[in-house]
């Protein structure tokens, strides 16, 4: 079972950006796809984007063009950068792990999340 432990969560102003990390361990970090989700203050969790074990990528409309999913196996870590960054995108981030090595698998670990707040 991998362990994913998130970092670089916190308070940036609107316009900005921040990068988002998370650490995996336990498991076999290159063979597996990764994504991020999140969930904002009274909505539901929204996967937003994921990464395979090759380094595809895929994104919600949500966040197409503004966040970036990236990988580096050599670290087990898999990143979050976003920019032009809006409050509405205030929420706990997870990251997740996929099953096998694409998004079409299933998720089976999600770490405990860091919290981004977006202020006006």
């Known amino acids: 079972q991998v362990q994913l432990v998130e970092s670089g969560g916190g308070l940036v102003q609107a316009g900005g950006s921040l990068t988002l990390s998370c650490v995996a361990s336990?498991?076999?970090?290159?063979?597996?796809?990764m994504a991020w989700d999140r969930q904002a203050p009274g909505k539901q969790r929204e996967l937003f984007a994921a990464?395979?074990?090759?380094?595809?990528?895929n994104y919600a409309d949500s966040v197409t063009g503004r966040f970036t999913i990236s990988r580096d196996n050599t670290n087990n870590t898999v990143y979050l950068q976003m920019n032009s960054l809006k409050p509405e995108v205030t929420a706990v981030y997870y990251c997740?792990?996929?099953?096998?090595?694409?998004?079409?698998?299933?998720?089976?670990?999600w770490g405990q999340g860091t919290l981004v707040t977006v202020s006006s």
């Open positions: 990464i395979t074990s090759g380094g595809n990528t």
């Open positions: 997740n792990s996929y099953v096998g090595s694409s998004w079409s698998s299933a998720l089976n670990a």
């Open positions: 336990g498991s076999i970090f290159s063979r597996k796809a």
